[in-house]
Structures are given as structure tokens and as C-alpha cells.
């Protein structure tokens, strides 16, 4: 597995973007990816993609070449995108079907050099004027929250809770019961030694056995194994 890094977002584009980051290339082997709410727009190799918020975890097979990306955070890639974030979920697409005019930066010449790929594809977002939506950074941010109930969120933010399931869907790429899901999961991986039992209590889940379920779910492995090498990536 190639080595990962991260960094911060570029200037001017904090509120949109959780981080630029980096990954050597897979020369042998496979590396797992798992849902954590965020969309990334990624370099791979010569392709350019959206990939979209993950449901299930995602196995990446070596390809022999770099990859670097931007990620952008929860609730900010409907309005980046321009289009609802559920219609690019569990999907890897070319960004050039949503934005033709990237397709100009996969064919340029910039495009061999990584330090450029990073800076098109920054200039390209920031193209997007995108603001963050009040209503979906409060929803985000009230879910983050142990024991957060979606119902509670919609009363305490003066919406239905239809109304909020649809917004949180469409910024997001999914509803808020399955986003607090994927919190939990990342407030799990966070927590830092002790009993399996004591994590699970402390991320929020109701016994360990409910936590045991949950990874299997989201990640395809079990507590052990998943959180052996787990690490808490921007978001």
C-alpha cells in the first residue's frame, strides 16, 4: 500500500474542502476504503473522478500510479457538484460528465505533473463559488453529537423531518439516520485504547455487540481487525 498524507485546504477554500491529500502508488495489494461522509474528486493516474459518498466499503486494487484528491467536506458536495450528492453515491464517474470543462485539464499537458493536477483541479473548484448551506452545517454538526436523535435535530432546527432527510440527502449523498452512523463510526476509530467494550460505550453505540455489527456493516471487517490500523481522516 502506498503512503498517504494530507494537507490543509487550499486558501479560500476552507469551508468547502476538508483537505488536499496524496497517496504513493499501490505497487502490490489492495487498500480498503470506508464511508466517511465526504466526496473526493481524485487524480488516478491519468483519470479525473468524483467519487462519491460510500455506503459500503470500497476495496481499491493496485493501479501502478499515484493518486491525489481533494476532499470535500460533509454537506458540500451537492453544491459544489451542482447536482444532488445521492445521484453520484457508491460511484466512481469522470468528472468531465458533470463538468465538461475539466475535460481540457485530463488532456493538457499539465496534467503529468502532480503539484499541477492538485492546482487545476483546486482552480476548478474554486470556480464553483460553492457556500456552505447554514441548515446542512448545523444538521452535520448536531449529528456528530453522541446520542443525537434526527427527529430532535429537525425540531431544535425548525424543519420536518422529511424536510431535513431530503436536504441532508441531497447536500451529503445520503439521509442523516445513515451520516449519524458514519460519525459514530469515525468517533470509534478516534477513541484510543482500552476494552472493545469501553470504545463502544464512549463512541456511542448501545452494547458492544451493537458496535461489533456496525463495523462488520460499514467496513467488512471485524472491531479487531478494522480498528488495528484505523485512522481518522479529514472530514
Same mark, same amino acid.
Given at each position: 500500500?502506498?503512503?498517504?498524507?494530507?494537507?490543509?485546504?487550499?486558501?479560500?477554500?476552507?469551508?468547502?474542502?476538508?483537505?488536499?491529500?496524496?497517496?504513493?502508488?499501490?505497487?502490490?495489494?489492495?487498500?480498503?476504503?470506508?464511508?466517511? %461522509?465526504?466526496?473526493?474528486?481524485? $487524480?488516478?493516474?491519468?483519470?479525473?473522478?468524483?467519487?462519491?459518498?460510500?455506503?459500503?466499503?470500497?476495496? $481499491?486494487?493496485?493501479?501502478?500510479?499515484?493518486?491525489?484528491?481533494?476532499?470535500?467536506?460533509?454537506? =458540500?458536495?451537492?453544491?459544489?457538484?451542482?447536482?444532488?450528492?445521492?445521484?453520484?453515491?457508491?460511484?466512481?464517474?469522470?468528472?468531465?460528465?458533470? $463538468?465538461?470543462?475539466?475535460?481540457?485539464?485530463?488532456?493538457?499537458?499539465?496534467?503529468?505533473?502532480?503539484?499541477?493536477?492538485? #492546482?487545476?483541479?483546486?482552480?476548478?473548484?474554486?470556480?464553483?463559488?460553492?457556500?456552505?448551506?447554514?441548515?446542512?452545517?448545523?444538521?452535520? #454538526?448536531?449529528?456528530?453529537?453522541?446520542?443525537?436523535?434526527?427527529?430532535?435535530?429537525?425540531?431544535?432546527?425548525?424543519?420536518?423531518?422529511?424536510?431535513?432527510?431530503?436536504?441532508?440527502?441531497?447536500?451529503?449523498?445520503?439521509?442523516?439516520?445513515?451520516?449519524? #452512523?458514519?460519525?459514530?463510526?469515525?468517533?470509534?476509530?478516534?477513541?484510543?485504547?482500552? %476494552?472493545?467494550?469501553?470504545?463502544?460505550?464512549?463512541?456511542?453505540?448501545?452494547?458492544?455487540?451493537? =458496535?461489533?455489527?456496525?463495523?462488520? #456493516?460499514?467496513?467488512?471487517?471485524?472491531?479487531?481487525?478494522?480498528?488495528?490500523?484505523?485512522?481518522?481522516?479529514?472530514?
Amino acid at each position: 500500500m502506498g503512503a498517504y498524507r494530507e494537507y490543509r485546504p487550499p486558501a479560500g477554500l476552507e469551508p468547502v474542502v476538508a483537505c488536499v491529500w496524496e497517496s504513493d502508488a499501490l505497487i502490490k495489494g489492495t487498500q480498503r476504503v470506508v464511508p466517511d %461522509a465526504c466526496v473526493d474528486l481524485v $487524480w488516478l493516474g491519468d483519470r479525473l473522478l468524483v467519487v462519491g459518498a460510500d455506503t459500503m466499503p470500497m476495496v $481499491w486494487q493496485a493501479v501502478g500510479a499515484p493518486a491525489s484528491g481533494i476532499r470535500l467536506r460533509p454537506g =458540500m458536495a451537492g453544491a459544489v457538484l451542482g447536482l444532488p450528492a445521492d445521484e453520484v453515491r457508491d460511484q466512481q464517474i469522470p468528472l468531465s460528465l458533470l $463538468w465538461p470543462a475539466v475535460a481540457n485539464c485530463t488532456d493538457g499537458p499539465e496534467a503529468a505533473e502532480p503539484s499541477a493536477r492538485l #492546482r487545476l483541479l483546486t482552480e476548478a473548484v474554486l470556480h464553483r463559488k460553492a457556500e456552505p448551506d447554514p441548515l446542512i452545517g448545523a444538521a452535520v #454538526r448536531r449529528l456528530g453529537v453522541r446520542g443525537a436523535r434526527v427527529a430532535a435535530i429537525a425540531h431544535e432546527l425548525g424543519v420536518s423531518e422529511r424536510h431535513l432527510n431530503r436536504r441532508v440527502t441531497t447536500a451529503v449523498g445520503y439521509g442523516p439516520k445513515f451520516l449519524a #452512523r458514519v460519525v459514530r463510526l469515525r468517533r470509534l476509530v478516534a477513541v484510543r485504547g482500552g %476494552a472493545l467494550a469501553d470504545r463502544a460505550h464512549t463512541a456511542g453505540y448501545a452494547s458492544q455487540a451493537h =458496535m461489533a455489527d456496525e463495523v462488520r #456493516r460499514l467496513t467488512g471487517l471485524t472491531p479487531v481487525r478494522f480498528l488495528e490500523d484505523a485512522t481518522t481522516t479529514a472530514a
